[in-house]
Nanobody, 115 residues
Framework: QVQLVESGGGWAQIGGSLRLSCAAS????????MRWLRRAPGKQRELVAT???????YYADSVKGRFTVSRDNAKNTMYLQMNNLKPEDTAVYYC?????????WGQGTLVTVSS
């Protein structure tokens, strides 16, 4: 089993920054790929960023150049640095991984961007 706990959400001004964290515990040695996803009000969940255990990353076009995903394997923690935030970034952000034949989700953290 793996437990994922997000933190770092909150309110940010348009153009501001926030950093999200996702701390993993449990069978962390089994984790390779970790992902950030988000669900905006009234919209479907979308993939934001992916990072492998070796550091290979992927970004959705909507966040490319503004968001940076990183990972500290020693701390079993994934991060999402979000810069130049826009109102359309408002969403609940979830971290996600799959291993041991199962999907694991964090509880989500709300990010609100406004003026």
């Amino acid at each position: 089993q793996v437990q994922l706990v997000e933190s770092g959400g909150g309110w940010a001004q348009i153009g501001g920054s926030l950093r999200l964290s996702c701390a993993a515990s449990g069978s962390v040695s089994s984790i390779d790929i970790m992902r950030w996803l988000r669900r905006a009000p009234g919209k479907q969940r979308e993939l934001v960023a992916t990072i492998s255990s070796s550091g290979t990353t992927y970004y959705a076009d909507s966040v490319k150049g503004r968001f940076t995903v990183s990972r500290d394997n020693a701390k079993n923690t994934m991060y999402l640095q979000m810069n130049n935030l826009k109102p359309e970034d408002t969403a609940v952000y979830y971290c996600y991984t799959w291993c041991l034949g199962n999907d694991f989700w964090g509880q989500g953290t709300l990010v609100t961007v406004s003026s």
